[in-house]
């Protein structure tokens, strides 16, 4: 397994730390570059600007996304680190080394961080031996290694009953890791990017009326996973929540009659009847689940 020690902004920590969420997203303005350090799963640690060469907590990654600023602020909002999205635009024009004048909503990347934990000071971990000064974003390490495996269950240690991120197979197996869970942050943009940015069923790719919208809905303990998601355009996401338009099994789309008899319109969402999704996933793992498109078609649409 590889752990990730990642450079982090003092002020980010502190923040997240105070309110403790079930999601974070290390964002990184000026970076065009895939995050390949680790994969989904693995470890991600917080380690602060020097002077203070501790590792002060971490997170479970998930994935890297790059869209928009204020879709991320949407998706994210007091989890990126900051109270407000004026302070998340100063924050992040403080970082950004090209003209701060020239966009209006950037396109930035997220490192998505499932299950973070914040270590008091007195838990504060020493970087390891081999952490260079010069080190600017950072460095990977792997429990096959005698530092590597240090580092792993230092962090463990430090980890409360009620922080159960990892487990090992037996007394000297390999750490394994288990699967992160989603937050309705991570939900939004792991969604949208499964669904190339476009409406599942209209085929819009104008980003701010798109929705991440889930099946089964949360409040019915429907969960926050890929399969559980379609990525709608605002007005359909709506008739979609309302029992107005479902999908089959079959990925066919199926619009009410109630629409007409509510409202005496719906011609556009009619024509939509009976036709396949246009857009879905392409992994077979993250296209909507038969047991959630079945529980809609009983529990929500309207017939």
């Given at each position: 397994m590889r752990i990730f020690i990642g450079v982090t902004d003092d002020n980010w920590y502190k923040y997240l730390k105070n309110i403790q969420p079930d999601e974070v997203n290390f964002w990184q303005p000026?970076?065009?570059?895939?995050?390949?350090?680790?994969?989904?799963?693995?470890?991600?640690l917080f380690k602060l600007h020097a002077p203070n060469n501790f590792i002060v907590g971490g997170g479970i990654f998930v994935r890297q996304a790059f869209?928009?600023?204020?879709?991320?602020?949407?998706?994210?909002?007091?989890?990126?680190?900051?109270?407000?999205?004026?302070?998340f635009l100063t924050r992040m024009n403080k970082y950004r080394s090209s003209d701060k004048n020239n966009f209006s909503d950037p396109i930035i990347s997220s490192l998505i961080l499932t299950t973070p934990f914040f270590f008091e000071q007195s838990e504060w971990i020493p970087v390891p031996i081999s952490w260079?000064?010069?080190?600017?974003?950072?460095?990977?390490?792997?429990?096959?290694?005698?530092?590597?495996?240090?580092?792993?269950?230092?962090?463990?240690k430090r980890l409360n009953s009620n922080t159960r991120v990892f487990e090992q197979e037996n007394q000297y197996g390999e750490?394994?890791?288990?699967?992160?869970?989603?937050g309705q942050g991570g939900f939004r943009i792991i969604v949208t990017e499964a669904y190339q940015r476009r409406c599942a069923i209209t085929g819009e790719k104008t980003l701010p009326v798109l929705n991440a919208s889930h099946i089964k809905p949360y409040s019915k303990e429907g969960p926050h996973s890929i399969n559980n998601g379609m990525l709608l355009r605002q007005d359909i996401h709506t008739?979609?929540?309302?029992?107005?338009?479902?999908?089959?099994?079959?990925?066919?789309?199926?619009?009410?009659?109630?629409?007409?008899?509510?409202?005496?319109?719906?011609?556009?969402?009619?024509?939509?009847h009976g036709k396949l999704v246009t857009i879905l996933p392409e992994r077979k793992d993250d296209k909507p689940a038969k047991e959630f498109l079945r529980w809609h078609n009983e529990h929500i649409y309207a017939g």
């Open positions: 000026n970076s065009n570059r895939n995050f390949r350090a680790i994969k989904q799963g693995e470890l991600f869209l928009p600023l204020l879709l991320t602020w949407d998706a994210f909002g007091v989890k990126n680190g900051t109270g407000s999205l004026d302070e260079s000064s010069n080190i600017v974003q950072g460095k990977t390490y792997s429990t096959d290694t005698l530092e590597g495996i240090h580092l792993f269950n230092e962090v463990q750490p394994q890791i288990i699967t992160p869970r989603l008739l979609f929540d309302r029992g107005y338009i479902t999908i089959n099994e079959n990925h066919v789309i199926e619009v009410s009659r109630r629409i007409k008899e509510d409202y005496g319109n719906g011609r556009e969402y009619y024509s939509y």
